[in-house]
């Protein structure tokens, strides 16, 4: 089954809302990061976030690792921000594992 | 900073074809992978190397080769191409295994 599960599949936001996009694991990890992918474009690092809560601009990543859950929090969104979200998690054994990604559209 | 590279960005090929695409990074990083991406099925990883004449395979490496025979560069070969198949193939680097992954453009294929 699928190690990584990500919430929502998609989602579709008024320029200026919220947005909360999570990732829930069914397996150890080591890491946890994520990225941004433009529509036909290669994808960005957001965060690498092993643990705790990291900030960037209007990003905020938070990772706990016993709720094997990690969650990217969008405020004020853009019409810029749209595009496909997607999680990794680093477990032992080399292996790096992706989820389905959340894709969000924001309009104007 | 510093760039990955993937060659070619659009790949057509006949079914039964043996097609290689390639990845150069300049980041002097130790680890590459390459992941294929399909629609609704996230990225999979299907081989990577931890250094220069290394290989590791993924999960979705049957059906693939792969080559580094140089730090900066990492090679992959789909060893017989099936009919219709749509994908797009990252290339990705990092100074390990357990850092930050980035990623080239990617190569989009289409097997006719």
């Known amino acids: 089954g699928q190690q990584v599960q990500q919430s929502p599949a998609s989602l579709v936001l008024q320029e200026g809302e919220n947005a909360e996009l999570q990732c829930n694991f069914s397996t150890s990890l080591n890491s946890m990061q994520w990225f941004y992918q433009r529509p036909g474009g290669s994808l960005v690092s957001l965060f690498y976030?092993?643990?705790g809560t990291k900030h960037s601009g209007r990003l905020t990543s938070t990772t706990v690792i016993k709720e094997r859950r990690s969650s990217l929090h969008i405020s004020s969104s853009q019409t810029t921000d749209s595009g496909t979200y997607l999680c990794?998690?680093?477990?032992?054994?080399?292996?790096?594992?992706f989820g389905t990604g959340t894709r969000l559209q924001v309009l104007p | 900073g510093g760039i990955i590279t993937q060659t070619p960005k659009f790949l057509i090929g006949q079914e039964g074809q043996k097609l290689t695409l390639k990845c150069q990074q300049n980041f002097n990083h130790d680890t590459m992978y390459w992941y294929r991406q399909d629609s609704g099925k996230g990225l999979r990883l299907i081989y990577y190397?931890?250094?220069?004449?290394?290989?590791q395979k993924g999960d979705l490496s049957e059906g693939y080769d792969a080559s580094r025979e140089k730090k900066s560069s990492f090679s992959l070969t789909v060893t017989s191409a099936q009919k219709n198949e749509m994908a797009v193939f990252l290339c990705?680097?990092?100074?390990?295994?357990?850092?930050?992954?980035?990623f080239g453009p990617g190569t989009r294929l289409l097997v006719l």
């Open positions: 190397s931890i250094t220069e004449n290394d290989l």
């Open positions: 990705a680097s990092s100074i390990n295994i357990q850092d930050t992954q980035y």
């Open positions: 976030n092993p643990s």
């Open positions: 990794a998690l680093e477990r032992g054994g080399n292996k790096v594992v």
